[in-house]
């Protein structure tokens, strides 16, 4: 049956984008990408700050336009510090891609081509936090452009959303971790002012966190990813007038290796888009 208000080319559309994201997604393919992990790096105990202090690292940045210190030469001895000065000083998420493209305090940026920020309009109500690039996305340079990017754009095309229209896409560190192994603690913190910083200055309506990593560290929680997917969370960062909606979402990647988990990544965008529409989130034609 056609909604009324649904033009039928447009609603083909949108059955197509639901088809694409259903797809068999090539899973001998996807299996061979499942190569095992690497342990995650942990920082020796004792030494691992606990979630609150993560996400007290995240709120450092200051927000008052005009407490703004100058750029200054890079410090590596301190490259959170240096971090922060730096993000705190970029009065635009033009002026910020930049000077993360030239930090220099990440260790990871030695072995990668590029410095992979953001993609997406600028003025999308919608962010996205995934965890890092991998080896497509430091090859062009873009977050979510190799096979789990793709799956991440057929996802929000089946509920009207797009890079090109109404989602920014970010991730939790800017350069590519060797072998896709996990981000360290260190390497998270040393980018959270960065990231914290994106947040200030674009001012999303709704947050989407990618995956455990992602929703882990913005969130501030040891919770597990299959707790808090589809839930309505809220982020809360020093300097942001209100705290901002935020859903966790399963990660692209894991839904690769996983299929049969897309059941509830689907459950998840309709929530979503529910959220989306209460809260007056233009979507472009979906089902
Ligand atoms: N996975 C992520 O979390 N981010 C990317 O940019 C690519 C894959």
Partial sequence: MTHPQTHPEKAALALKALADFWADMGLEEARALNVPRPAPQRAPAGTRPAAPARQAERQL????????????????????????????????????????????????????????????????DIMIVGEAPGGEEDAQGLPFVGRAGK????????????????????NLIYWRPPGNRDPSPAEMQICAPFLSRQIELKKPKLLLTAGKFATQAMLGTEDGIMRLRGRKMLYRQEGLSAPIKCIPMLHPA??????????????????????????????????
């Fill in 61 to 124: 940045a200051p927000s008052v336009a005009g407490a703004r210190p100058e750029p200054k030469r890079l410090n590596n001895q301190n490259p959170i510090a240096e971090a922060r000065r730096l993000a705190a000083a970029a009065g635009s998420l033009a002026e910020l891609r930049a000077t993360i493209q030239q930090f220099d305090g990440c260790q990871l940026k030695k072995a990668t081509k590029n410095t992979v920020v953001c993609d997406g309009a600028f003025d999308a």
């Fill in 151 to 170: 799956l991440l754009d057929k996802m929000l095309a089946t509920i009207g959303l797009s890079r090109q229209e109404n989602v920014y896409i970010t």
């Fill in 254 to 287: 894991y839904l690769l290796r996983r299929s049969e988990d897309k059941a509830k990544a689907w459950d998840d965008l309709r929530t979503i888009a529910a959220l989306c529409d209460e809260m007056g989130i233009k979507r472009g034609t979906a089902l």
